[in-house]
């Protein structure tokens, strides 16, 4: 197996409508961000795993023959396999270390790795050696998908090594892609890496990676878009840590305590998402000046419902603020309450403006990106020479 | 009647929640603002009719014979006057001069002073002479009622000189006020002077300024409330000009291109209007320190759903952030796109906090007073010592 060197990548996530409305059945678009995570696997005859996550300062090594022991006595067809295996999150906590209560990115990151290994590789006679690195240009914890698709990365990683899925690439060119089955199966087990992760996901982030594009959500129902335009953006991250789980609780006792007034709120959150959906499929087939006039429109007013929500921030109204100084239009993505942020770039807005905006939103000390979003999911890429 | 020295007062008025969404069917509430407006009549034996209005440079005097010809030939009683005399409106401006085209503010207020006169006055033998002096705190054309809070205390004065409301002043004392009958015939023919400046009027500007208090306005009825506080507040006028009409026009626009996002936007304006009340109903009979949390939060929910509607505009997000800064919250009131803003001040509001408030809204270049809604209606004063 000296010779298998491949290369994996895969993108971010970012709601563009929806958040927080579709905890309470309203529909949101979640599309792919082309801050994406690289995954290199090259396998060796070492009889060892090493596990190499440079943005996190996370290098492990495990012998294979020390690994073999967890493997599960009952292994489930890579290709049939729905419930999380907690007996199998227990003895890797167990071999790891790691405790269970609170693991921290590092001890998530390795436990996700291990889990989808030893799954994917339980039927057969032995384990793999081999080298895997993967890097992301995804801040971490910034609620932009980064474990998702680390582990969609991992998922495609060990699926291709199992035999499960083609290998896309023939010499250093990339065929077609894989089938809608083999992206299932992908998602699937990167769904598996996310629970060991998370615990209870949605699933949204591991499709975004999985399927890339523009996905709605709408009851637990995933649906990708069909036809679907990229589209340029800036992402800021405000650096301003906030917990997801009381802004959802916020939201919750606002709703509680003004149902009358809150409600039509998020009916108009829903309805911002159908429109939107319904703008990017014009786009998508003949696009015009106007179309982007109304993407900026309804950015503009989800904002403001998302304020209305209790989920701004000071730090979000000065990215609208700077950005709209020079007409361009931004959102919240997210949580909210602080975090990330994203502003619309037409497919003409001048480069020196761009950079500008860039620059004052960095003196602000905010982190920003100039990128797209809608973009392929799950990728493999010809190794670098 | 040389002894008749009289001083009648009517408030200003502006919208606490509702502007725009009224126009589409939505509830709406209208509070009294104590910026008032003074009306001063001496009656004489000169034979001449002076009317004074230094606000607008505007000092005119007529010899009453020559008014006389201009009564209209089948007088109606006072108490029973529903439709305006369009043809004594013709006269008048026959007899001014004033264009009936695009009169301007100093015509508009000559045109309903002698309209009001006359028509109160054209079933008796002759016409009073008297000189009237009107004066107010109200900046005029920012949407805040001056004109109806003038019409309101024409129509107390010359109700009052002609007999057909009590006076309700003995010696320098107020007695208890007018009556319901009194006060609504008062406020009809304030309507009238309405209808003289400004066409088609809602009827809820004069309505504010005779009954004073909180007005509910649904569907083209009046209602007002039974039980109000008063609460302190700032009025703000940016003195950012802007047309109600096309403003109006713009958000109807709005709706017809998004209407599935604007009219549960409507919807929710509705129920911010509701809540109010109640909760306005809760302060009168037992306030606590929660209740203007409420109202706080009211105020934003409202102030963003007003620029999803497109009336926001950049000087009132600066009052916004201006004053919430020190914790005060605030929205636009009446048309938006610039023009005035409210903001509630807490019953124990610190002193030196609304100052320095006040200062750095001026230094913004705006207009702003400490003042109060919620405060009693057309009322006599005792005269100036």
Redesign the interface.
Known sequence: MDNIDFIFSAPGKAILHGEHAVVHGKVALAVSLNLRTYLRLKSNSTGKVSLCLPNIHTFMSWDVSSLLPLRPSTAADPKDMCELDAVLVQRLHHFTGFPSEMPDTCAMAVLAFLYIYISVFAESRSLPSFSLSVWSALPPGAGLGSSAAYSVCLSAAMLSLRGSISSTLVGTELTKGWSKEELELINSWAFQGERVIHGTPSGVDNAVGTWGGILRYHAGTITPLSRVPVLRILLTNTKVPRSTKSLVAGVRDKIKK?P???H??L??IS??S??CELTLEEIASDPMPEHYAVLE??I??NQ??L??LGVGHASL?TLC?TTLAHGLHSKLTGAGGGGCGITLLRPDADCSVVQNVIQELKDCGYDCWETSIGVPGDRSCPPFP
């Open positions: 003004f009358s007034v809150m039509p709120v009916e108009s309805a911002v159908v429109t429109e309804l503009d007013i403001h419902h304020q209305v109204d603020r």
